[in-house]
């Protein structure tokens, strides 16, 4: 769908009702607006993302995420859309790990691995929202308990989720928690990009920064190597078409059905945030900065995205979108030489990423 959107005097945030789940509870959406007609709508149900809109070139405004337009597919969402994923985004071998001696069993939902979070997860339970209108910024601040044992994880986790829009259009996430008893943390965001509003994202020409990836087995689990990118597919440090790129022979592509990989950012040593990747579409000028703090990135290509769904803008198609998720990399609870997931008592997670949206 697009619009060509009014320029607001002022941002603001509104909460609006969106559904009611099978126990009773009632699902509000907030719609952030910023001055330059940006709007996103975030729910309090997953902390989920389900629409952004941006301009074109033209000043034409699409939403560039995938999505549904009633709560009820929500309930259902295999494929993650707009959700935050906790504890640990991305995929643990066979629902495994040890920790200081102890073995931990987790929900195998991804046979035979655990993906994203296990059975429940983040993106199926509810979160305290309160919306709140900063001088150049509105968003929205959510807030949850997981329990010890929530999906098999140990210690209670006390998360905070904060989504942010300012007047340069550009949607902050930050994550921040604490724990009574050491687990694995590893949040981010699986917000489906198309930045044409519609068709594939084959066309979309993609920069990531990073000189390796991770390769996985024939179950999407890293074999532990850090390989260099260079002469492959994954070498997208200089702006490729996705669509040339993912046609080119390699084992890996094959393994994934496209892009489903970890890639390893090249990253300052300060911790501070630094730009991940970079998307175009050539047709509508839109462009999307991710600007993270974390080691290593997702990129998926959509591959599982079969039309079985039926989206805001219709069928959900193969290809139809792609997934920029920063995160530590998948199965670090049992690859030592991985950036730690491990989160102790008295240690704080904290972790920023950004995307910028604009036009040219």
Same mark, same amino acid.
């Given at each position: 769908m697009t619009s060509v959107e009014p320029v607001s005097a002022s941002a603001t945030v509104t909460e609006a009702p969106f559904g009611v789940l099978p126990d009773g509870a009632h699902v509000s959406v907030f719609t952030l607006t910023n001055r330059q007609g940006m709007r996103v709508k975030v729910l309090d149900f997953g902390a989920i993302i389900s629409e952004i809109h941006v301009p074109d070139h033209h000043g034409v405004f699409a939403d560039?995420?995938?999505?549904?337009?009633?709560?009820?597919?929500? /309930?259902?969402?295999?494929?993650?859309?707009?959700?935050?994923?906790?504890?640990?985004?991305?995929?643990?071998?066979a629902g495994r790990f040890s920790l200081d001696g102890k073995d931990y069993?987790?929900?195998?939902?991804?046979?035979?691995? =655990?993906? =994203?979070?296990?059975?429940?997860?983040? =993106?199926?339970?509810?979160?305290?929202?309160?919306?709140?209108?900063?001088?150049?910024?509105?968003?929205?601040?959510?807030?949850? %308990?997981?329990?010890?044992?929530?999906?098999?994880?140990?210690?209670r986790l006390d998360v905070t989720l904060t989504y942010? /829009?300012?007047?340069?259009?550009?949607?902050?996430?930050?994550?921040?928690a604490v724990t009574d008893q050491?687990?694995?943390?590893? /949040?981010?965001? =699986?917000?489906?990009?198309n930045l044409a509003g519609q068709g594939t994202i084959l066309g979309h020409e993609l920069t990531i920064h990073a000189d390796r990836y991770?390769?996985?087995?024939?179950?999407?689990?890293?074999?532990?190597?850090?390989?260099?990118?260079?002469?492959?597919?994954?070498?997208l440090r200089q702006s490729t078409i996705i669509g040339d790129s993912i046609a080119l022979p390699h084992e890996q592509i094959r393994i994934g059905r496209g892009y489903d990989h970890n890639f390893v950012l090249n990253q300052q040593a300060d911790h501070r945030l630094n730009l991940?990747?970079?998307?175009?579409?050539?047709?509508?000028?839109?462009?999307?900065?991710?600007?993270?703090?974390?080691?290593?990135?997702?990129?998926?290509?959509?591959?599982?995205?079969?039309?079985?769904?039926?989206?805001?803008?219709?069928?959900i198609c193969y290809r139809g979108a792609l997934c920029l998720e920063t995160q530590h990399f998948p199965d670090?609870?049992?690859?030592?030489?991985?950036? %730690?997931?491990?989160?102790?008592?008295?240690?704080?997670?904290q972790t920023q990423t950004v995307y910028r949206f604009s036009a040219e």
């Open positions: 560039v995420v995938l999505g549904f337009e009633r709560l009820e597919p929500y /309930l259902a969402n295999s494929a993650f859309l707009g959700a935050v994923i906790g504890r640990f985004g991305n995929r643990i071998a069993q987790l929900a195998v939902n991804n046979a035979p691995n =655990h993906l =994203h979070g296990g059975n429940q997860g983040f =993106h199926q339970v509810m979160w305290q929202a309160e919306p709140f209108t900063r001088d150049d910024t509105v968003g929205v601040t959510f807030k949850r %308990s997981s329990p010890d044992g929530e999906d098999g994880y140990p210690g942010e /829009l300012d007047d340069d259009n550009a949607l902050s996430l930050r994550y921040h050491a687990t694995p943390v590893n /949040l981010t965001n =699986h917000s489906y990009f991770l390769p996985v087995d024939a179950g999407s689990i890293p074999t532990g190597e850090l390989a260099d990118v260079s002469g492959t597919p994954f070498d991940a990747a970079s998307v175009r579409d050539p047709v509508s000028g839109r462009v999307m900065q991710v600007y993270t703090q974390e080691p290593g990135m997702q990129f998926y290509s959509g591959n599982f995205l079969d039309g079985s769904q039926h989206g805001k803008q219709g069928p670090a609870p049992n690859q030592s030489h991985f950036p %730690s997931t491990i989160l102790r008592p008295g240690q704080v997670y």
